[in-house]
């Protein structure tokens, strides 16, 4: 079956622990990126990649890393969480950012609390 | 710089009775667009998507939508709701030039569905 997924589903940390959220494609896009969810706000853009060690800010990158390593692994990272990254995390991927009219793939997204 | 625009956080109609939710976008060219989906505790999902074929796109479970280009809108309508279709719909654009940035959305409409 064709699918992002992203782990863990649920995460609550505290302040300043290094964790990573891992998202994973076997639909061999190029194209992958990290969006985070906010009430009121709708979705927002953290960090794309057009392929593999490839990487450029979104919208809103700090505090936020990103590697490409692989065509098909896509984490972020957080080196120091903070209480405003308390969010909803959604991984994307579309075959190609140079049609723009592919349609992206979604992940069913990483809720992470921030303490 | 493209925007979107969805008029309305929440949208509240019965059962039965017809779903209209607003979309307008901001692009110096025709962009494209699309609607996607959230159910409750999950992802993303791809309801439909303009891309310059035909103005009038039809989608999946009964959603179709309208470019319209002189009002920059892509409204999304049903004739007849069902409470399945209780979810929160984005709306978002890209720009056919192609490109890195991904999709710009809006901030989301819930839609509530009345017994």
């Known amino acids: 079956e064709a699918q992002v997924t992203q782990n863990p589903r649920y995460l609550i940390t505290v302040t300043g622990k290094k964790l990573t959220v891992t998202c994973s494609q076997n639909m061999n896009h190029e194209y992958m990126s990290w969006y985070r969810q906010d009430p009121g706000l709708g979705l927002r853009q953290i960090y794309y990649s057009m392929n593999v060690e490839v990487t450029d800010k979104g919208d809103v990158p700090e505090g936020y890393k990103v590697s490409r390593k692989e065509k098909r692994n896509f984490p972020l990272i957080l080196e120091s969480p903070s209480p405003n990254q308390t969010s909803l995390y959604f991984c994307?991927?579309?075959?190609?950012?140079?049609?723009?009219?592919?349609?992206?793939?979604f992940g069913p997204g990483t809720r992470l609390t921030v303490l | 710089a493209q925007s979107v625009t969805q008029l309305g956080s929440h949208v509240s109609v019965s059962e039965g009775a017809l779903v209209l939710l607003r979309c307008n976008y901001s692009?110096?060219?025709?962009?494209?667009l699309f609607w996607y989906v959230q159910y409750p505790n999950q992802g993303l999902q791809l309801l439909l998507k303009?891309?310059?074929?035909?103005?009038l796109v039809k989608g999946i479970n009964g959603f179709e939508a309208e470019f319209k280009k002189s009002e920059t809108s892509f409204h999304l309508t049903k004739p007849s709701a069902h409470m399945r279709d209780a979810a929160e719909y984005f709306c978002?654009?890209?720009?056919?030039?192609?490109?890195?940035?991904?999709?710009?959305f809006g901030k989301g409409t819930h839609l509530i569905i009345q017994p």
């Open positions: 692009s110096s060219v025709p962009p494209y």
């Open positions: 303009y891309t310059s074929a035909a103005t």
């Open positions: 994307a991927s579309s075959r190609r950012a140079s049609n723009s009219y592919n349609e992206q793939f």
């Open positions: 978002a654009v890209s720009d056919p030039g192609g490109g890195a940035d991904g999709l710009t």
